[in-house]
């Protein structure tokens, strides 16, 4: 499948998007909180400051940044065991599905 010349604009607004949606759909009377704790999932990104170049359209996140790694990601599905910490692990997870999607369309 050849690249998508929109797809970096795409991915940012599905990493918001979608959080959105699962917030409303799933949690309609504490949605805002919910999206916002699942929007904070976006703090995983930080490890793409250790890459260089920083930012490279056709690297795929997953196994290469160390918190989108499979340790990683089996520690993010553990957060949604809590009932504290089920929002962020959500998120987490709704972020790493976002980022696969993202390498399957590189």
Do not use: E, N, Q
Not at 26 to 50: C, G, N, T, Y
Not at 88 to 102: E, K, R, Y
């Amino acid at each position: 499948m050849p690249d998508l010349p929109f797809r970096p604009v795409l991915h940012l607004v599905l990493h918001v998007i979608v959080p959105l949606a699962v917030a409303r759909l799933f949690w309609p009377k504490d949605w805002k909180r919910a999206a916002l704790w699942m929007l904070a999932a976006w703090v995983i990104d930080l490890d793409h400051l250790l890459a260089d170049p920083v930012y490279a359209p056709g690297r795929c996140s997953l196994g290469f940044h160390p918190l989108h790694a499979w340790p990683a990601i089996a520690v993010y599905a553990g957060l949604t065991v809590p009932k504290k910490t089920r929002w962020f692990g959500i998120g987490l997870l709704v972020h790493i599905a976002l980022d696969g999607m993202d390498c399957l369309l590189m």
